[in-house]
């Protein structure tokens, strides 16, 4: 079993930056995603096991920045130029493969959530 943590989150203003972060172990491509109330869990970012290749919802690409460090078991969600339409929970996952990187059915493992609300 594999246990997600994430941490990061809070209030900031739109324009403003946060870094989430997901502590996970083992060898997996990781994704993020989020839920706003109301709407449906959302993808919004992956990364392979490497780190190499990437991967960005149309929302956030070129404010958003998926990284990770293996050696610290630790996947980042650098999120810059924060919008009031960002406030949703986030929630990083885990998953043997990338091939179905946006789906939240490819995913095998959650984590609990964090908050994420940008005041306008």
């Known amino acids: 079993q594999v246990q997600l943590v994430e941490s990061g989150g809070g209030l900031v203003q739109a324009g403003g930056s946060l870094r989430l972060s997901c502590a996970a172990s083992?060898?997996?491509?990781m994704g993020w995603f989020r839920q706003a109330p109301g709407k449906e869990r959302e993808f919004v970012s992956a990364t392979s096991y490497s780190g190499i290749t990437t991967y960005y919802a149309d929302s956030v690409k070129g404010r958003f920045t998926i990284s990770r460090d293996n050696a610290k078991n630790t996947v980042y969600l650098q999120m810059n130029s924060l919008k009031p339409e960002d406030t949703a929970v986030y929630y990083c996952a885990a998953t043997r493969s990338t091939r179905r990187y946006s789906d939240y059915d490819g995913y095998d493992y959650w984590g609990q959530g964090t908050q994420v609300t940008v005041s306008s």
């Open positions: 083992g060898r997996y491509a």
